[in-house]
């Protein structure tokens, strides 16, 4: 050990008395804290471009976020992948300044600055010292509207991501999630999670430019700056500068998602080698607009929301089949998916596979008991809180709710949301989306290992690993 | 839940703080049972961190015994004399927080994250299984099945974990308290015994071997009141011994490639033996692995990503893979992963990597450059620092490495001083091709199934 340069105040802490204290039951604490959301202001520019402030001062940092409904849901049947392109390479260069430049640029004001598209929105990510906020702003802007997406930045992507796209091949969770998206959301927009190799050896400079002209006007975008940031009229003008010319655009309308019905369909991706079976059992799910979708989250957090959800405390602590038990309600602008997921040593696959329908058919038939019910919402309410301690937090959580369109008071009202579902609201969610009747099974794994013990659930379709 | 490489794929992300614009409020005291206390006010968030640390890590582990500081780690899960087994995880989650625990080759973390009006929550559970924690035959033998069960999940079934955990160890270090696997080894792990764990718990999980660190929305005297009341009778032990970390002397530049059924993609590791902790040429190498690595400007990213369209992905860091410049303890590398393109030998890549270098080494970086550089590094220490998970944690860290928690509102000046003399110096004395140590990382036709599997408990 090194020596201790100091111990100024043990003396202090000494004179304290110890109080008595009955350590057999954990402590009574008070009640849990209010926090009010810092007043966030929202207005449009005349062209259509929605702007959010919110003032966060506790650190010398501004975070941006641009976000156009332009996901890969907005993809081409026939090029997967191009919104996650044009995202990626609109910091590639622009009209005025070449890939190295913007990184140069970004790196100097202490910043970051990338695109990236979700299934629904394409977003531009950009932060910075506040000292540099109009600095972020412009390069913001001038990615956003200038992007010229140059030959060779182009070439280097379609090679780097196909190598990228065998990494991700090579993780079973991946090719889990692949295969269930396609199995639930079957020929619509959100059934491929990710490009083919094919289609990236076709992407090309029109395919890009052809996206960005469509989808990425500012009557299709919003701004959130949060931060330590400039009197409101300054800063206003300093957006005004960067986006106010940007010109306005029809927009077309956003494709239709139409998943298929639900139907119970076994799909084992063989992945020969594989010491580890990755099982998905679900299916569609409501959206986060809807009447149900607190009631599901309710569900899907007490089914497996952590380390104190039944399938933690029963797949994993009491059966010990799996490291990984945990359940997903991943919620889409328009279409959602609910599933049990769970990561299995081959041996264990057939009762693994029973204790996680039979947690599906437990959720689905039984009324949740009154405690088990407060704790995960009191799970849910602290989450919450914990979620917005940074400034990327808060930007995630406002970023979002503008992908999913959700109404403005979301965050401010979703404590009480939680708190007020009933334990047959819960039920009858259950019985809808959790029931395995129809939840689709999906399963990553040694077909020559576990394909035997799958097919006593019902006809196996094995496909080949991508 | 628990994880062993909690570091690891971390870019450039230590060394907080700085004089511009961020003061950490800190009070740190002693209680007379030799626990280190540090407390810090924030109240922006009714957020609260209560981290405790441990002086103990992988590197403490004895031969026949790999993989120990992590079963313990899982030991200290199964519950305590009133807070018996799923108490800990179902009270902190049912208040709406979050937990976990982590090995570190040099020591062993656990943190809850709880709205703030839950301090005294975690102060009990964290204090109840310092004082009692409950050590049985069952508890063992269920927390063996989690971490193999771990071990198969994160290390046997995912392409590069073994090479990175069992094999780089091995050609960066001699010494084996450095060099064993971290993970451990399925044999050993089944070896350890209910005596092993009341052992350990013993020598290690004292309260002057830790320190306890809260950072968040609280009140200090009320705070210093509950520590006080839930640690304060919890004996001390004789302060354990460390273990000798020196490397025996004789270091050789060594090269091995490694074959991976289930990697896709070549990688190469590249890497050196490092300096000390905090000495001048520690705080030169941050800046050479910023001036590197760190930011999209950065010289591999623009140079072999982008100019030569060699390399996919790197990660670097000053104590890579297991720590990182925050909890780096000597001895320790600077090393780099590289995931590259294929028409590209692993021999090339290294070549490519070392002649970035040799620009650093041949002359001083150019003064914009390294303004750049600066404010760049500046700007990701204070945004590493905005939750109270990662200010305790970096307070832990100071605490327990340099017995300083106030190095977290400095030691950002001490890079930001660093000269372009200073950097061409240690890039010359540190990074030459004669102390290089490689692994390449080649993709293996996938394996006959049942070679796959692994020995011992199938």
Same mark, same amino acid.
């Given at each position: 050990?090194?020596?201790?340069?100091?111990?100024?105040?043990?003396?202090?802490?000494?004179?304290?008395?110890?109080?008595?204290?009955?350590?057999?039951?954990?402590?009574?604490?008070?009640?849990?804290?209010?926090?009010?959301?810092?007043?966030?202001?929202?207005?449009?520019?005349?062209?259509?471009?929605?702007?959010?402030?919110? #003032?966060?001062?506790?650190?010398?940092?501004?975070?941006?976020?641009?976000?156009?409904?332009?996901?890969?849901?907005?993809?081409?049947?026939?090029?997967?992948?191009?919104?996650?392109?044009?995202?990626?390479?609109?910091?590639?260069?622009?009209?005025?300044?070449?890939?190295?430049?913007?990184?140069?640029?970004?790196?100097?004001?202490?910043?970051?600055?990338?695109?990236?598209?979700?299934?629904?929105?394409?977003?531009?990510?950009?932060?910075?010292?506040?000292?540099?906020?109009?600095?972020?702003?412009?390069?913001?802007?001038?990615?956003?509207?200038?992007?010229?997406?140059?030959?060779?930045?182009?070439?280097?992507?379609?090679?780097?991501?196909?190598?990228?796209?065998?990494?991700?091949?090579?993780?079973?969770?991946?090719?889990?999630?692949?295969?269930?998206?396609?199995?639930?959301?079957?020929?619509?927009?959100?059934?491929?999670?990710?490009?083919?190799?094919?289609?990236?050896?076709?992407?090309?400079?029109?395919?890009?430019?052809?996206?960005?002209?469509?989808?990425?006007?500012?009557?299709?975008?919003?701004?959130?700056?949060?931060?330590?940031?400039?009197?409101?009229?300054?800063?206003?003008?300093?957006?005004?500068?960067?986006?106010?010319?940007?010109?306005?655009?029809?927009?077309?309308?956003?494709?239709?998602?139409?998943?298929?019905?639900?139907?119970?369909?076994?799909?084992?991706?063989?992945?020969?080698?594989?010491?580890?079976?990755?099982?998905?059992?679900?299916?569609?799910?409501?959206?986060?607009?809807?009447?149900?979708?607190?009631?599901?989250?309710?569900?899907?957090?007490?089914?497996?929301?952590?380390?104190?959800?039944?399938?933690?405390?029963?797949?994993?602590?009491?059966?010990?089949?799996?490291?990984?038990?945990?359940?997903?309600?991943?919620?889409?602008?328009?279409?959602?998916?609910?599933?049990?997921?769970?990561?299995?040593?081959?041996?264990?696959?057939?009762?693994?596979?029973?204790?996680?329908?039979?947690?599906?058919?437990?959720?689905?038939?039984?009324?949740?008991?009154?405690?088990?019910?407060?704790?995960?919402?009191?799970?849910?309410?602290?989450?919450?809180?914990?979620?917005?301690?940074?400034?990327?937090?808060?930007?995630?959580?406002?970023?979002?709710?503008?992908?999913?369109?959700?109404?403005?008071?979301?965050?401010?009202?979703?404590?009480?949301?939680?708190?007020?579902?009933?334990?047959?609201?819960?039920?009858?969610?259950?019985?809808?989306?959790?029931?395995?009747?129809?939840?689709?099974?999906?399963?990553?794994?040694?077909?020559?290992?576990?394909?035997?013990?799958?097919?006593?659930?019902?006809?196996?379709?094995? #496909?080949?690993?991508? | 839940?628990?994880?062993?490489?909690?570091?690891?794929?971390?870019?450039?992300?230590?060394?907080?703080?700085?004089?511009?614009?961020?003061?950490?409020?800190?009070?740190?005291?002693?209680?007379?049972?030799?626990?280190?206390? *540090?407390?810090?006010?924030?109240?922006?968030?009714?957020?609260?961190?209560?981290?405790?640390?441990?002086?103990?890590?992988?590197?403490?582990?004895?031969?026949?015994?790999?993989?120990?500081?992590?079963?313990?780690?899982?030991?200290?899960?199964?519950?305590?004399?009133?807070?018996?087994?799923?108490?800990?995880?179902?009270?902190?989650?049912?208040?709406?927080?979050?937990?976990?625990?982590?090995?570190?080759?040099?020591?062993?973390?656990?943190?809850?994250?709880?709205?703030?009006?839950?301090?005294?929550?975690?102060?009990?559970?964290?204090?109840?299984?310092?004082?009692?924690?409950?050590?049985?035959?069952?508890?063992?033998?269920?927390?063996?099945?989690?971490?193999?069960?771990?071990?198969?999940?994160?290390?046997?079934?995912?392409?590069?974990?073994?090479?990175?955990?069992?094999?780089?160890?091995?050609?960066?270090?001699?010494?084996?308290?450095?060099?064993?696997?971290?993970?451990?080894?399925?044999?050993?792990?089944?070896?350890?015994?209910?005596?092993?764990?009341?052992?350990?718990?013993?020598?290690?999980?004292?309260?002057?071997?830790?320190?306890?660190?809260?950072?968040?929305?609280?009140?200090?005297?009320?705070?210093?009141?509950?520590?006080?009341?839930?640690?304060?009778?919890?004996?001390?032990?004789?302060?354990?011994?460390?273990?000798?970390?020196?490397?025996?002397?004789?270091?050789?530049?060594?090269?091995?490639?490694?074959?991976?059924?289930?990697?896709?993609?070549?990688?190469?590791? *590249?890497?050196?033996?490092?300096?000390?902790?905090?000495?001048?040429?520690?705080?030169?190498?941050?800046?050479?692995?910023?001036?590197?690595?760190?930011?999209?400007?950065?010289?591999?990213?623009?140079?072999?990503?982008?100019?030569?369209?060699?390399?996919?992905?790197?990660?670097?860091?000053?104590?890579?893979?297991?720590?990182?410049?925050?909890? $780096?303890?000597?001895?320790?590398?600077?090393?780099?992963?590289?995931?590259?393109?294929?028409?590209?030998?692993?021999?090339?890549?290294?070549?490519?990597?070392?002649?970035?270098?040799?620009?650093?080494?041949?002359?001083?970086?150019?003064?914009?450059?390294?303004?750049?550089?600066?404010?760049?590094?500046?700007?990701?220490?204070?945004?590493?620092?905005?939750?109270?998970?990662?200010?305790?944690?970096?307070?832990?860290?100071?605490?327990?490495?340099?017995?300083?928690?106030?190095?977290?509102?400095?030691?950002?000046?001490?890079?930001?001083?660093?000269?372009?003399?200073?950097?061409?110096?240690?890039?010359?004395? $540190?990074?030459?091709?004669?102390?290089?140590?490689?692994?390449?990382?080649?993709?293996?036709?996938?394996?006959?199934?049942?070679?796959?599997?692994?020995?011992?408990?199938?």
């Amino acid at each position: 050990m090194p020596p201790r340069l100091f111990a100024l105040c043990a003396l202090a802490a000494a004179g304290l008395a110890a109080q008595t204290v009955d350590r057999t039951k954990a402590p009574e604490t008070p009640a849990i804290p209010d926090y009010k959301l810092a007043p966030v202001y929202d207005t449009k520019l005349p062209n259509g471009l929605g702007v959010v402030l919110v #003032e966060d001062s506790r650190f010398p940092l501004v975070t941006a976020r641009l976000n156009f409904q332009a996901g890969s849901k907005f993809d081409p049947k026939d090029a997967p992948g191009l919104a996650e392109a044009v995202a990626t390479l609109l910091t590639e260069g622009t009209k005025t300044r070449t890939a190295r430049q913007l990184s140069e640029q970004t790196d100097a004001i202490g910043g970051s600055l990338a695109g990236a598209a979700g299934a629904d929105a394409l977003t531009v990510s950009g932060n910075a010292l506040s000292e540099n906020l109009a600095r972020l702003l412009e390069l913001v802007a001038d990615v956003a509207i200038n992007a010229t997406f140059p030959q060779d930045e182009v070439d280097l992507y379609k090679q780097n991501r196909i190598q990228n796209l065998l990494a991700e091949r090579a993780e079973p969770s991946f090719l889990a999630g692949e295969k269930f998206a396609e199995v639930v959301y079957g020929s619509s927009p959100y059934a491929h999670i990710a490009p083919t190799e094919e289609a990236i050896r076709k992407l090309d400079r029109t395919a890009l430019n052809g996206f960005r002209d469509t989808w990425l006007a500012p009557n299709n975008a919003s701004l959130l700056l949060i931060g330590r940031l400039p009197a409101r009229a300054d800063l206003m003008k300093t957006i005004a500068q960067q986006f106010g010319s940007w010109q306005q655009k029809q927009v077309p309308a956003a494709p239709k998602v139409e998943p298929p019905a639900p139907r119970r369909q076994i799909v084992l991706v063989d992945r020969p080698g594989s010491v580890q079976a990755d099982i998905h059992v679900g299916r569609l799910a409501p959206t986060r607009v809807s009447a149900e979708f607190f009631p599901l989250m309710v569900g899907n957090n007490i089914l497996g929301g952590g380390a104190n959800s039944r399938m933690f405390k029963n797949i994993r602590e009491k059966e010990g089949f799996a490291y990984d038990a945990h359940s997903e309600y991943n919620t889409q602008r328009d279409a959602s998916t609910f599933a049990a997921v769970t990561e299995v040593r081959n041996e264990v696959v057939e009762p693994a596979m029973k204790a996680v329908l039979a947690e599906l058919d437990q959720m689905a038939s039984t009324q949740v008991p009154a405690a088990e019910l407060t704790n995960i919402k009191n799970y849910m309410a602290g989450g919450y809180l914990l979620r917005l301690e940074t400034q990327n937090g808060l930007a995630n959580q406002l970023n979002n709710m503008n992908t999913l369109g959700l109404p403005k008071n979301y965050l401010e009202t979703y404590t009480a949301h939680v708190r007020s579902v009933e334990p047959d609201q819960v039920l009858a969610a259950a019985k809808k989306y959790m029931a395995p009747g129809q939840a689709a099974v999906v399963v990553v794994g040694d077909a020559s290992k576990i394909g035997d013990a799958l097919k006593k659930f019902g006809d196996v379709t094995i #496909e080949k690993a991508k | 839940m628990n994880k062993l490489l909690a570091c690891c794929f971390l870019l450039a992300s230590g060394l907080p703080v700085r004089s511009a614009g961020i003061a950490i409020p800190i009070e740190s005291y002693k209680l007379k049972n030799g626990l280190r206390v *540090v407390l810090s006010k924030d109240n922006a968030v009714p957020v609260v961190t209560v981290y405790m640390i441990y002086d103990v890590g992988s590197r403490a582990e004895e031969k026949g015994r790999t993989g120990f500081a992590h079963l313990f780690e899982h030991m200290m899960f199964e519950g305590s004399a009133n807070a018996p087994k799923g108490v800990h995880f179902a009270t902190v989650e049912s208040n709406g927080g979050t937990l976990n625990g982590s090995t570190h080759p040099d020591f062993t973390d656990y943190f809850e994250v709880l709205p703030s009006n839950k301090l005294a929550t975690a102060l009990w559970l964290e204090s109840d299984r310092m004082r009692s924690l409950s050590i049985n035959d069952a508890n063992l033998k269920n927390q063996k099945e989690a971490v193999k069960q771990e071990r198969r999940l994160t290390f046997d079934n995912e392409a590069y974990n073994t090479a990175i955990v069992d094999v780089w160890p091995t050609l960066m270090f001699r010494n084996w308290q450095s060099s064993h696997s971290l993970i451990g080894s399925y044999e050993d792990l089944e070896a350890s015994s209910v005596a092993d764990v009341s052992k350990f718990f013993k020598t290690y999980y004292a309260p002057d071997n830790a320190a306890l660190v809260i950072v968040g929305d609280i009140q200090i005297p009320d705070a210093k009141k509950l520590v006080e009341t839930y640690f304060a009778d919890i004996p001390s032990q004789p302060l354990p011994k460390h273990p000798d970390l020196a490397e025996p002397p004789g270091f050789q530049a060594i090269k091995k490639v490694q074959k991976d059924p289930l990697a896709r993609v070549p990688g190469v590791i *590249v890497g050196y033996p490092g300096p000390r902790r905090r000495s001048p040429d520690y705080y030169a190498l941050y800046m050479v692995d910023a001036i590197l690595t760190a930011g999209d400007s950065a010289r591999i990213r623009q140079d072999l990503v982008k100019g030569k369209q060699s390399v996919i992905q790197y990660q670097a860091d000053l104590g890579w893979p297991f720590a990182g410049s925050l909890d $780096y303890r000597d001895p320790e590398p600077y090393a780099m992963f590289l995931l590259h393109n294929p028409n590209f030998t692993g021999d090339q890549i290294v070549e490519q990597v070392q002649e970035e270098i040799a620009k650093l080494q041949s002359a001083p970086i150019d003064a914009k450059d390294l303004e750049r550089v600066r404010t760049q590094v500046r700007s990701l220490v204070i945004q590493g620092l905005q939750s109270s998970l990662a200010r305790a944690r970096a307070l832990a860290q100071y605490e327990l490495a340099d017995g300083n928690p106030e190095l977290i509102n400095t030691e950002l000046d001490r890079a930001m001083a660093v000269t372009p003399a200073e950097i061409q110096a240690a890039a010359k004395k $540190y990074l030459t091709a004669d102390k290089r140590v490689v692994l390449e990382i080649v993709p293996a036709p996938a394996a006959p199934s049942d070679a796959a599997g692994k020995k011992g408990d199938q």
